[in-house]
């Protein structure tokens, strides 16, 4: 008996036979199933078992996998091996106190970006808490940049060596503060600026003796840090 063909379905005699793709053809009905140019066993390219030309050749991006009894059941079988390995993976580690992580080129990458994150911070912190160590007590700033400011300005250290004091009699000059001083002996007073000194005499080069109106105490005072008024 003569087998169908596989495009007319009628029956295929041997003179005219051609057998391709688990199909017996015409000659005449070997032909791409887009555009019907004729075929022969050189040229044709198959594709679920129907023959295509070069041209129409279906271009396919992805299988799609039908969900047959078979499929399911090695998807089930993949799964319940994943889970096994997974179980006696968890097993051989159980109470090490670490987890097993590969190591890939992402994680590599990770974890170098997450070094250097580190790094900066440690230094961010590291220059704040620099800042903060070397900084001077609030209350005591201003004093310190004032007595810097002015002994940089009239290259006179307050500190410098001063004659005994001799108190003076009553009835000097009037003097008046250019700059805050602070007094950094005993036998010193203190000035801020715009302060008024009373019955001031001068005792050597430098140095002068009177009263602070404001805050009526007696003492030592640079010569170079008032003006007579």
Excluded at 214 to 225: F, H, I, S, V
């Amino acid at each position: 008996m003569n087998p169908p063909c596989g495009r007319c379905n009628k029956p295929v005699y041997p003179t005219e036979k051609i057998n391709c793709l688990d199909k017996y053809w015409h000659k005449g009905c070997f032909s791409c199933e887009v555009c019907k140019m004729a075929l022969s066993m050189n040229n044709y390219k198959g594709f679920e078992k129907k023959p295509y030309c070069t041209m129409h050749y279906p271009k396919t991006s992805f299988t799609i996998v039908t969900d047959t009894p078979e499929n399911l059941r090695l998807k089930q079988q993949t799964l319940l091996n994943s889970q096994a390995l997974y179980k006696e993976d968890f097993e051989k580690n159980k109470g090490k106190g670490f987890s097993v992580v590969v190591d890939t080129p992402e994680m590599q990458r990770l974890k170098k970006t997450q070094d250097q994150i580190s790094n900066i911070k440690y230094h961010e912190e590291f220059e704040k808490s620099k800042i903060r160590s070397d900084a001077p007590p609030p209350e005591n700033r201003q004093e310190q940049e004032l007595q810097a400011s002015n002994s940089e300005r009239f290259n006179q250290p307050a500190e410098q060596m001063r004659p005994a004091v001799v108190s003076p009699p009553s009835g000097g000059k009037r003097y008046q503060a250019l700059y805050s001083y602070v007094a950094a002996e005993a036998d010193e007073v203190s000035l801020q600026e715009g302060d008024l000194v009373l019955d001031v005499e001068p005792i050597d080069e430098g140095w002068m003796f009177g009263c602070n109106q404001r805050t009526g105490k007696r003492g030592m005072l640079p010569a170079n840090y008032v003006r007579p008024i």
